[in-house]
């Protein structure tokens, strides 16, 4: 089970971090072996893969429309993944999904996905 959190209403040009934790004992272990990801679906369109970071964090991908603006990062520890949003634009408003992949590194594999967390960029 994943738990994602921290979406809400901001206005373009903010910034916005998201949450992400595991919530169990079983998906601990299995966050802190793969990799974790972000994806976001806006109203009426498809799926878009958003950030990626490995098992040790040592390694992240981004989706082109958020590079340069969004990080991504983990503690590993607390189970935990985040997404920073500086920049923000209206259209960064999706739903955001955390998803965790069933390799160390990639999104090619995703296992579980999380319940999603709502984003809305006012311009």
């Known amino acids: 089970q994943l738990q994602a959190s921290g979406g809400g209403l901001v206005q373009a040009g903010g910034s916005l971090r998201l949450s992400c934790a595991a919530s169990?004992?079983?998906?601990?272990?299995?966050?802190?072996?793969?990799?974790m990801n972000w994806f976001r679906q806006a109203p009426g369109k498809e799926r878009e893969f958003v950030a990626s970071?490995?098992?040790?964090?040592?390694?992240?991908s981004y989706g082109d429309s958020v590079k340069g603006r969004f990080t991504i990062s983990r503690d590993r520890a607390k189970n935990t993944v985040y997404l920073q949003m500086n920049s923000l634009k209206p259209e960064d408003t999706a739903v955001y999904y955390c998803?965790?992949?069933?390799?160390?590194?990639?999104?090619?594999?995703?296992?579980?996905w999380g319940q999603g967390t709502e984003l809305t960029v006012s311009s």
């Open positions: 998803a965790v992949n069933r390799k160390p590194i990639g999104w090619d594999l995703i296992g579980s």
């Open positions: 169990s004992a079983a998906s601990g272990r299995t966050f802190s072996n793969n990799a």
């Open positions: 970071i490995s098992r040790n964090g040592g390694i992240t």
